[in-house]
Antibody, heavy 119, light 108 residues
Framework: EVQLVESGGVVVQPGGSLRLSCAAS????????MHWVRQAPGKGLEWVSL????????YYADSVKGRFTISRDNNRNSLYLQMNSLIPADTGFYYC????????????WGQGTLVTVSS | DIVLTQSPGTLSLSPGERATLSCRAS???????LAWYQQTPGQAPRLLIY???SRATGIPDRFSGSGSGTDFTLTISRLEPEDFAVYYC?????????FGQGTRLEIK
């Protein structure tokens, strides 16, 4: 069974930093592109970042470029999101999701971890 | 960026009825890289349709997708109680990937 389990979400002050993790199991992690997608409470979905299966490409939404860094460890079947210079607009649920490297669509998502940026 | 506009914002129907949800893109969606997701309260989005018309694994055949270019449709042929949820369209052919604002399907 495919499982994606996010962790690391907490309450943090504006300007602070946070590292999210996503533990993957039930599939060959190193064969899939991985994404972070976020959702502010009661709002819609916003794509955040993509890292290709072999680290050959990394992409960010303009809203997080220069502040967030995506990375992966294929030996640990883990995905990460380092979040710096956090602002209240970064508040929301952060989902990790996998995407087949040929079909490209995100077909399995974790349950999300809640990040709250507030003083 | 490709802006996806979903209509209607809210759709009120009864179980057994047919639902038609629309997604219009501000630019052509390349290679029909258009997906539909269902989200129920407190849950992660669930992939229903990808490539505009291909059903994801395990999705009942009452769900179907159609369209190309800039106009796409999700149809639910006969609504079941568990189908009342929020539906998002999503284009993954151009960077940045974008989502529609969602259509809420509620019980009439």
């Amino acid at each position: 069974e495919v499982q994606l389990v996010e962790s690391g979400g907490v309450v943090v002050q504006p300007g602070g930093s946070l590292r999210l993790s996503c533990a993957a199991s039930g599939f060959s992690f190193d064969e899939y592109n991985m994404h972070w997608v976020r959702q502010a409470p009661g709002k819609g979905l916003e794509w955040v970042s993509l890292i290709r299966w072999d680290d050959s490409g990394i992409y960010y939404a303009d809203s997080v470029k220069g502040r967030f860094t995506i990375s992966r460890d294929n030996n640990r079947n883990s995905l990460y999101l380092q979040m710096n210079s956090l602002i209240p607009a970064d508040t929301g649920f952060y989902y990790c999701a996998r995407a087949d490297k040929w079909i490209h669509v995100t077909d399995h998502w974790g349950q999300g971890t809640l990040v709250t940026v507030s003083s | 960026d490709i802006v996806l506009t979903q209509s209607p914002g809210t759709l009120s129907l009864s179980p057994g009825e047919r639902a038609t949800l629309s997604c219009r893109a501000s630019q052509r969606v390349s290679s029909s890289y258009l997906a539909w997701y269902q989200q129920t309260p407190g849950q992660a989005p669930r992939l229903l349709i990808y490539g505009a018309s291909s059903r994801a694994t395990g999705i009942p055949d009452r769900f179907s997708g159609s369209g190309s270019g800039t106009d796409f449709t999700l149809t639910i042929s006969r609504l079941e109680p568990e189908d009342f949820a929020v539906y998002y369209c999503h284009q993954y052919g151009s960077s940045p990937r974008t989502f529609g604002q969602g259509t809420r399907l509620e019980i009439k």
